[in-house]
């Protein structure tokens, strides 16, 4: 039998998508770069002081209130990168250079779709270097009063996250789901985020998601959905939930073996375990791809799909 090695990618070519910052309604442009192996993910913004860079991790988060930010906006950070890292971790691109140029990523409908699509389009290209895994070996656990968040050991990459809103529309709503490219594009990537209308105006007044609209957003009002088109699936809010998790996870600088479970989460918990995670070394290992192409041949034959349902992850550069 052949052995399979599992390689790094990267974009075959760049891409440039224009839109609108979620939060200040202005014009918001990205453009994707390739980039080499072991670059990982690299944001890189212009300033009047000169140009800033900003590495993909969960170290440069510097805030979850209402999205997930990456240093400060206001002196060369961005806000708003998580649909973006999910559909980089959900397609299989382990290193891009992400150039932005303002404070805000383009928030294009709500969801991962517009990414998705500019990746397709560009498409992938192996790179000379092979790929590691954070392999969860101990449970790792953050409870928030009636909220938690927590990786597991598993031999995959699954995502199991429930949702519990006073809002009869919405509700309990539970998803899980193992992390493929097909499951990602077809089941994640274009679920919208969502709020509701007296929330939304309550942000404007404070100067907040001035660029906010049905356009990019899923607005309730009480128990009443009016976008015109309705929701693209009745449990789209969990399934943008799991979005926001996917995304809020690749910042671990490596894709993680294991399973992610979440109840009531958002961007504050999905950050909240990655930090718990890396004060206890112990709970995990990085492994290489080899590791894990040997471990599947080796399982019981249930396990066989192991191989397949790992190459749709990321690669970044490695953890201390």
């Known amino acids: 039998m052949t052995t399979r090695v599992e390689k ?20 918001a442009s990205v453009t994707l770069h390739p980039a080499d192996a072991n670059t990982g993910i690299l944001f890189q913004r212009s300033t009047p002081d000169g140009d800033v860079e900003i590495v993909g991790t969960w170290q440069s988060v510097s805030a979850t209130a209402l999205c997930t930010v990456l240093g400060d906006p206001s002196h060369g ?16 691109v382990d290193n891009a250079i992400v150039e932005i140029d303002g404070p805000e990523m383009p928030i294009m409908d709500g969801s ?27 449970p790792v656990r953050v409870v928030q009063g009636d909220q938690w968040s927590e990786l597991r050991p598993y031999d995959g990459q699954r995502f199991n996250i429930t949702i519990d809103f006073d809002i009869a529309l919405i509700g309990v709503q539970k998803l899980d789901i193992e992390l493929t490219p097909d499951a990602f594009r077809n089941e994640i990537a274009r679920a919208r985020t969502f709020g509701s209308v007296q929330d939304v105006e309550k942000l404007w007044k404070l100067g907040f998601q001035m660029g906010s609209s049905l356009e990019n957003s899923v607005a309730l009002d009480g128990d009443r959905v009016l976008n015109p088109e309705g929701t693209r699936w009745p449990d789209e809010f969990v399934r943008h939930k799991a979005l926001d998790a996917v995304g809020d996870l690749a910042l671990a600088g490596l894709p993680i073996m ?14 909240n375990v990655l930090v718990e995670l890396f004060k206890n070394p112990d709970a995990f290992e990085i492994v290489e791809a080899s590791e894990v192409a040997k471990r599947s041949r080796v399982s019981e034959k249930g396990h066989a799909e192991l191989i397949g349902g790992l190459q749709a992850a990321a690669f970044g550069p490695e953890v201390s």
């Open 8 to 27: 790094q990618t990267t974009l075959a070519d760049s891409v440039t998508l224009n839109g609108i910052g979620v939060h200040s309604g202005g014009p």
């Open 77 to 92: 950070g961005v806000s708003t990168v998580e649909h973006l890292m999910a559909a980089f971790r959900g397609l299989g």
């Open 112 to 138: 991962a779709s517009a990414f998705v699509e500019a990746i397709d389009a560009t498409g992938l290209v192996s790179l000379n270097a092979g790929r590691r895994y954070i392999r969860i070996k101990k």
């Open 258 to 271: 294991g399973e992610y479970r979440s109840y009531k989460g958002g961007h504050r918990m999905n950050h």
